[in-house]
């Protein structure tokens, strides 16, 4: 009996051990359920304040760049306002005394009633307003220019007038994208207004270097131009070919224009496309002066100045007025039997096989060797002579050199090769010399001393037989200088000294074989603007075949700072001269093939023409226009002239407003 009640006792102790340790696991459970239930309003607490801070900062950029692009729409309408409100025909081309037209405070005050949009319909929902927008009453004038408008040296009535007209301006845009959010931004900058008249067919032939680049033939799908910064006037008689590429693209800052109806656009995956604009996706070109289609042909030039004449009497012959041109005629074999010597005594030959060689026109008098034309004894000689004349092959090499008192010089290295004989010919042309007469002093290999001459080349106007004067922006004289080249100028490199003027002229192929610069730059690089004070000098290189251009090194760069002219004299679109890249030996040829040299980075300062566009190997083209040519009436001495004819233009009226950004910042952070 006591062991069953001893049994019984101990069930009843084992119960209550249960019952207890249900109720700590039921303690625990609430306690890690109250733990889950505080992490999960942790972790919403903290998803919604991340939700809030993203929508605030979502709201922010979308408020700032919705001012920001406010910013952009209110200075582009100031802009194409100023840019409607021009002519650039007339003189001037806006308002007189520079005020800023009221048509173009009143474009931009729409914005300012309410805000404005900035989202298509589906898209963001960014708008802006614009709270303030600051223009001067008056334009200002560019730094050292007494007016707003120049015009070229010469020309008359509203032909050749450059204007520039700038409007600081400070603009305050408020953007808001969602709720109340919003940002302020302020922007100051300048906008430039730009104008060039053009030039009219009133008579007055221009020279052909006005252009940035001008081609006769450019067919259509015939291969995408060379990308690069292209400044000044481009044309074509046929029709432009670009690739679709913005690296480095092109950007075209004067007016390009083409006689063709299309643009022949190369894509990456379609091939070429001809069409009047440019296809969906295409990287298309930047035409800051716009783009012209359908314009009238330009006639090209002939070999108007005729170099061959121009080397012994400094004139040539008067240019030609109207297509078609007749060929230029050869000088007389008398003529050149007279005025042309070696520097050696040796008279370039009457008749028959003409040695090859340096013939340099001079006469002796009571005061000793005079360079120039035979004014008593010569046939047709006036006393003046323009150059140089160098039969056969030849490689020129220009120094821009100083004399023993410091003062600036040029000298010209000719070297020609006949077998296993190579002859060097220096000559140097002192423009300080003789009290301002200049002199010429000619060294040869063979000759025991140098040949010095009184007096130096010049120009005369073929039609009046006065010296032609062109002076520099400087307001100094340009002292010019005629290289002509019968036979293929193997090679062209060098300097030009300031306040000279060259023109290097050959019947055959010119081969660039290494720079060409100038002792000082007409023009700023790369805003292309006129250095208003620069007594730089002029180059010209023309021929009637090609100019191959050849640099130190495979994918070298290339600087040829001329204008540059591969003109066969045809006037019927037929010429075939041009630029090519090809090795130096084998300056005789053109093909992009065969034997060539790959260009970097072809630059020019100046301009170029050619015949027909030819297949080059070069990855980018910078063309920095002379604004010296940009009248038509400042050039290289000698240079071919344009052909007019009746009711032409010369060169059009261009215009465009460039906006510069000189600060910007946020108001309220």
């Keep these: 009996m006591d062991a069953h009640v001893n049994h019984l006792n101990a069930g009843r102790g084992r119960g209550k051990v249960l019952s207890q340790s249900r109720g700590v696991a039921l303690i625990t459970t ?107 009453a008056t334009a200002s004038k560019l730094a050292n220019q007494a007016s707003y408008c120049l015009q070229a040296s010469g020309a008359t009535g509203n032909d050749a007038i450059t204007c520039d007209y700038l409007y600081p301006f400070t603009v305050v845009v408020r953007g808001q994208s969602s709720g109340n959010e919003d940002e302020q931004i302020q922007e100051t900058g300048i906008i430039h207004y730009h104008s060039f008249s053009g030039v009219g067919a009133s008579g007055v032939q221009s020279s052909f270097a006005k252009w940035g680049a001008f081609i006769t033939q450019f067919s259509d799908c015939q291969g995408p131009l060379a990308q690069g910064t ?33 643009v022949s656009w190369w894509t990456n995956n379609s091939g070429c496309v001809d069409s009047p604009t440019a296809p969906k996706g295409f990287k298309a070109p930047t035409f800051k002066g716009g ?41 007389s074999a008398a003529q050149m039997n007279n005025e042309l010597k070696t520097a050696g005594g040796t008279s370039y030959p009457a008749s028959g096989t003409v040695p090859n060689g340096v013939y340099i026109p001079y006469y002796t008098n009571s005061s000793g060797k005079v360079y120039g034309s035979d004014p008593v004894n010569g046939v047709g000689g006036d006393g003046a002579a323009g150059g140089f004349y160098i039969q056969g092959d030849a490689s020129v090499s220009l120094s821009a050199t100083t004399n023993g008192s410091g003062k600036p010089t040029q000298t010209y290295t000719i070297t020609q090769t006949s077998g296993s004989t190579t002859t060097t010919t220096t000559i140097v042309v002192d423009s300080s010399a003789n009290g301002g007469a200049g002199s010429t002093t000619v060294t040869q290999s063979g000759l025991a001393s140098p040949v010095v001459l009184s007096g130096m080349p010049s120009q005369l106007d073929p039609n009046t037989g006065q010296v032609v004067s062109n002076n520099d922006p400087s307001g100094n004289p340009v002292n010019p200088t005629l290289l002509y080249v019968n036979g293929n100028v193997t090679g062209l490199s060098g300097t030009v000294q300031n306040n000279t003027g060259i023109t290097v002229a050959a019947s055959s192929n010119i081969n660039i074989t290494g720079d060409l610069t100038y002792k000082s730059s007409p023009v700023t690089i790369p ?5 208003s004070t620069t007594d730089a000098g002029v180059l010209g290189i023309y021929t009637t075949g090609n100019i191959n251009l050849t640099p130190s090194s495979n994918s070298g760069n290339l600087t040829v700072n001329a204008s540059l002219a591969a003109l066969s004299g045809k006037t019927d679109g037929t010429g075939k001269s041009g630029f090519c890249t090809t090795a130096a030996s084998a300056i005789s040829a053109c093909d992009p093939n065969a034997g060539n040299d790959n260009i970097g980075t072809w630059t020019i300062v100046g301009g170029r023409s050619e015949d027909q566009a030819h297949g080059v190997n070069i990855s980018q083209g910078n ?39 000189t600060s910007w910042h946020e108001l309220n952070r």
């Design 230 to 262: 292209m400044t000044g006037p481009f044309f074509t008689d046929g029709q432009w070919n670009f690739q679709s590429s913005s690296n480095p693209g092109y950007t075209f800052t004067g007016s390009v224009g083409q006689s063709g109806q299309n």
């Design 291 to 331: 783009l012209t289609i359908g314009a009238p042909k330009v006639v090209p030039p002939t070999n108007t100045y005729n170099q061959a004449q121009a080397i012994l009497d400094a004139k040539g012959i008067p240019p030609c007025t109207s297509a078609p041109c007749p060929a230029a005629p050869a000088p």
């Design 527 to 531: 805003a292309d603007a006129l250095n």
């Design 30 to 136: 609430l306690i890690l359920l109250g733990l889950l239930g505080a992490a999960s309003l942790a972790i919403t607490l903290l998803v919604s304040s991340d939700t809030m801070i993203n929508g605030y900062y979502r709201n922010y950029r979308g408020s700032f760049y919705a001012a920001e692009s406010g910013a952009n729409i209110v200075v582009e309408t100031a802009k194409n306002a100023i840019l409607a409100a021009a002519n650039p025909l007339s003189n001037p081309p806006l308002p007189a005394g520079g005020s800023t037209p009221s048509s173009v405070t009143s474009s931009y005050s729409q914005y300012t009633t309410s805000y404005y949009s900035v989202g298509d319909s589906g898209s963001w929902n960014g708008k802006f307003e614009l709270v303030s927008m600051t223009l001067p």
């Design 623 to 661: 063309t920095y226009f002379d604004q010296r040519f940009a009248s038509g009436s400042f050039g290289p001495p000698w240079f071919p002239t344009a052909v007019l004819q009746p009711g032409s233009v010369s060169q059009p009226s261009s215009e465009q407003t460039l906006v510069s950004r």
